[in-house]
Each structure stands twice: as structure tokens, then as C-alpha cells.
């Protein structure tokens, strides 16, 4: 049997845990919760935003030897709330990944103008969607995916949702906090509950 | 030329405007009166307390008494660079913060300015040390204050962008790049303006005293020249030595935001 993608081992800080979880290549794990039982807290301290004791292993690598932004980059927190810094789109991505970013913009429902125009005339939505092709054009080893479609009506959701599934047939392990029952079930392989920042198997 | 010497009765006329100002402010609703008043009467008191102190230093001529009297005006303006922002680094890290880049700051301007230009005999001559300290530590208070709020106040504000770029793997110091460039900006854009304004808009403070006392209008251009130099480097200095150990005491060896590191300042009623 294949060693797992991404493991975790007492990964607590003062704030939550001790979480204990193991994610294989490909798969999907989903976490529900009440707002405020820190499923963004673990997503975070997985990606080692937050200050955290305990271990995580990619492919059986310790966190603790790989560099922040090394690891960061392999493990990618795509946050619920997104961030621009600067004023176009365009510039948010590096000329390599520019040209993957305009293949894939079209697959979300977004037209191909918007990553040359400016962050402000972008709806939340859109922001959102155009957040989550920031990350993928990375391509990372697990994809840290917080409320991925939260501001998406259902059509959007579907599209995000199989582009998703497609990057997990090629090996990327998702954990994602979602607060749809059904999008826990259509992409979960497993489904985990938050409650009193502990996670529980659903 | 001997300058016209003031007498108290002269002030007293003057303070007439701060009066005035103070009664529009109470026509006006402005609530600004107490803080115009005790602004006022404390200038006027730290200042005779700071002339009988200085005529003191002067007559005693002490290297040590002159050291005294900077490292206290140093560590005053470092505290009022930390009580500026309204965001703390927590664990008095505003007050380290503020006293380490404004004590480097007037450290090397004034050293420079005694040793190379002004050259007093000795250099350390509290004539020279102690006005040159004071003028340079105003402009450095100023910028350094300045940058500090900028780069708390931004880390607050821009959070969500400073960590979408380390979550995408960029290095701390990069993710900051923008805020530690706008804050460094912030710190020095009066000393720009006054450099600008100089001898148009506006005659330099130093420059017009020097004038008032008699001096020749050339020599005293170019005392403010000197001077303008003094305090633009100074401030400079101050405003990156600020932001950058700010920005250094926002992070740790993950290279992680730590805005747990901050704490927003207490509202309390101060004048």
C-alpha cells in the first residue's frame, strides 16, 4: 500500500487539536462544522501560518526540514477570504504560471479579459474563482481548499467541483472546509465534523 | 547687529492667538480648547525649563552631564514614536522598537554633523551637541512615528493580502515588500515636502531664528542647508530602521504573520 500524501501527527496548538489524520494521493477529506470551531484554524496550521507544535509528513517528509515558503507552496492554503496586492489581476501571477492561469480561467466561467483588468471591478465570486486558479497554477501537492466555492451559485460549483476532481485523479490530496452537506458528499472520500475545535469522523 | 531681546510682556501679546484660537473652538464646538490650552502650556513650560536647563549644561561644560541630557531627549522621542501608532507590539515592542531606531538614527547624524561639518572644539561641546541633537531627534520622531503607524496599521489592514502571498510560498519579506516600501515612503514624504517648500512657501524655522538674531541672511541659508540634510538623513534612517524592525518583530523562523504579536492601543480619554 502507498504511503500517505499528507499526515498528521498531534498537530495541536493553544487554539485547537491535537488532530491525528492521514490523506492519500487523490483523495478528498471534508470538514464540516459550526463557524468558529476552527476548521480554518487547522487548515492554517497545516499550512504553518499559525504557530503549532506536533508534526506533519508530506510523502513521509517532515515539515520541520522543508523551508516555510517551500512547504507553503507544497501545501497550498487557498483562504476562504481572498487577498490582492496589487492593483491588476495579471501581476498576481508570475509569468510562468500567466499562461496556464489563461487555460484555465475559461473552465471556471470566467471570462478571459479579467486577468488583464484591474482586482476592484472583480465580483466576490469571481475573486474567489480566479483565488482558487492562483493556487492550482502552482500546483500543489495537497491543496488546502477553505470554503472553495462559498460565494458560487450551483452551476459555478459544478465546474469548480470537476476541476477539482480532475487534479485529484492526478494525485493531489484536498482537505476543504465546506459548509454544504451535498458538496461534502460529491467530492469526500471522507467526511470529518468540527466540533470544540476537535475533529470528529463524521 | 545684537538681536532684539524678548520680554515677557512681548510673549504674553502673542498668546493672545492661542486665546482667540481657543474661543473659536469653543463657538465653534470644535472641542479643541483643553487640548490647545495644555498643548500650549506645556510648550511653554518644557521650553523655559529646557532654557535654565541648557544655561546650566552650558556654564558645567561636562561630557558627561551633555551625554545625560541627549540620552534622555533620545529616550523621550523614542517613547513618543511607540505611543504614536494605533496598533502595539506587545511586550513593550513599540517602546524597543522606537528607542533602537531613533537613538541610531541621531546617533550617527549628529556624530557626523560634529565631526565633520560643524567641528566644535571639543566636539562634543554641549553648545553645538545638544541643539544639533535636539533638531535632528524632532525630524527623526516625526518620520520614524510616522513609518511605525504605517507599517502596524497596514499589516492590520492588509492581512489577507500579506498572507494569500505566503500561502502561495512567497518569503516573508517579499509578502511585505509593498507595505515596507509604502511605509518608508510615509516616513519620509514631510522631509520631502519641507525640503521642497524650503525658501519658497515657507522660511525654515532655523533660518528665520538665525536671521532674528542677526545673522547674515547667506550664512544662515546655509546653516539650513546643512541642517536640511541633517534631518532628512536623519528621519530616513529612522523611518527604515522602524519599519524594518517592526516588520522583523511581526514574524519568526517559520516565516509566518504574527499579528498575535499585536495589540490595538486602549482608548482612553488623553489629552
Known amino acids: 500500500m502507498a504511503p500517505p500524501r499528507l499526515r498528521l501527527t498531534g498537530l495541536h496548538s493553544a487554539l485547537a487539536g491535537p488532530f491525528n489524520l492521514s490523506v492519500d494521493a487523490g483523495e478528498c477529506i471534508a470538514v464540516s462544522g459550526p463557524s468558529g470551531s476552527g476548521?480554518?484554524?487547522?487548515?492554517?496550521?497545516?499550512?504553518d501560518l499559525d504557530p503549532n507544535q506536533g508534526e506533519v509528513w508530506l510523502d513521509e517528509q517532515p515539515r520541520c526540514g522543508i523551508p516555510a515558503p517551500v512547504w507553503r507552496r507544497q501545501v497550498l492554503y487557498n483562504a476562504a477570504e481572498t487577498g490582492w496586492w496589487h492593483e491588476d489581476v495579471a501581476p498576481h501571477f508570475q509569468r510562468a504560471t500567466l499562461a496556464a492561469a489563461r487555460a484555465l480561467v475559461p473552465r471556471l466561467d470566467l471570462p478571459p479579459d479579467l486577468l488583464d483588468g484591474p482586482v476592484l471591478r472583480l465580483s466576490t465570486g469571481e475573486r474567489q474563482r480566479?483565488?482558487?486558479?492562483r493556487a492550482l497554477v502552482h500546483d500543489p501537492t495537497v491543496l488546502l481548499a477553505d470554503e472553495p466555492t462559498g460565494a458560487l451559485?450551483?452551476?459555478?460549483?459544478?465546474?469548480?467541483e470537476t476541476v477539482l476532481g480532475e487534479r485529484m485523479a492526478t494525485g493531489m490530496a484536498i482537505i476543504m472546509v465546506s459548509h454544504s452537506h451535498e458538496q461534502a458528499c460529491r467530492l469526500g472520500h471522507r467526511q470529518f465534523h468540527m466540533r470544540d475545535r476537535h475533529l470528529h469522523p463524521a | 547687529m545684537t538681536p532684539i531681546l524678548l520680554h515677557p510682556g512681548d510673549i504674553a501679546i502673542a498668546s493672545a492667538l492661542i486665546l482667540l484660537d481657543a474661543a473659536l473652538s469653543v463657538a465653534l464646538q470644535l472641542r479643541l480648547h483643553w487640548q490647545l490650552g495644555i498643548a500650549a502650556a506645556r510648550m511653554v513650560l518644557q521650553l523655559v525649563l529646557i532654557g535654565f536647563v541648557l544655561r546650566a549644561v552650558f556654564a558645567l561644560g561636562l561630557p558627561w552631564l551633555t551625554l545625560l541630557v541627549i540620552v534622555v531627549m533620545v529616550a523621550i522621542a523614542g517613547r513618543e514614536v511607540a505611543a504614536r501608532p494605533?496598533?502595539?507590539?506587545r511586550h513593550f515592542g513599540n517602546h524597543l522598537v522606537g528607542g533602537a531606531a531613533v537613538a541610531m538614527a541621531t546617533l550617527i547624524t549628529a556624530l557626523l554633523a560634529l565631526t565633520t561639518a560643524i567641528r566644535p572644539h571639543p566636539w562634543y561641546d554641549p553648545h553645538y551637541a545638544i541643539p544639533l541633537a535636539g533638531i535632528v531627534l524632532g525630524s527623526v520622531l516625526n518620520g520614524g512615528s510616522l513609518a511605525l503607524?504605517?507599517?502596524?496599521?497596514?499589516v492590520v489592514r492588509e492581512r489577507a493580502a500579506v498572507e494569500a502571498q505566503l500561502a502561495l510560498g512567497a518569503p516573508f519579506m517579499r509578502a511585505m515588500r509593498g507595505l515596507i516600501r509604502s511605509s518608508v515612503r510615509r516616513g519620509l514624504l514631510p522631509t520631502i515636502n519641507q525640503m521642497a517648500a524650503a525658501g519658497i512657501i515657507t522660511l525654515p524655522g532655523i533660518m528665520t531664528g538665525q536671521i532674528l538674531a542677526g545673522m547674515d541672511p547667506l550664512e544662515a541659508a546655509k546653516y539650513q542647508i546643512l541642517l536640511m540634510f541633517l534631518l532628512s538623513g536623519g528621519s530616513g534612517l529612522?523611518?527604515?530602521?522602524?519599519?524594518?524592525l517592526a516588520v522583523w518583530r511581526l514574524t519568526d523562523d517559520r516565516q509566518r504573520l504574527r499579528l498575535d504579536r499585536l495589540i490595538a492601543k486602549q482608548h482612553g480619554p488623553k489629552p
Open chain 2, 149 to 154: 503607524d504605517s507599517v502596524l496599521g497596514g
Open chain 1, 153 to 160: 451559485d450551483a452551476d459555478t460549483t459544478a465546474l469548480v
Open chain 2, 238 to 244: 529612522a523611518a527604515v530602521a522602524v519599519v524594518y
Open chain 1, 130 to 133: 480566479l483565488a482558487l486558479v
Open chain 1, 39 to 47: 476548521k480554518s484554524l487547522l487548515l492554517r496550521m497545516i499550512a
Open chain 2, 86 to 89: 494605533e496598533q502595539r507590539l
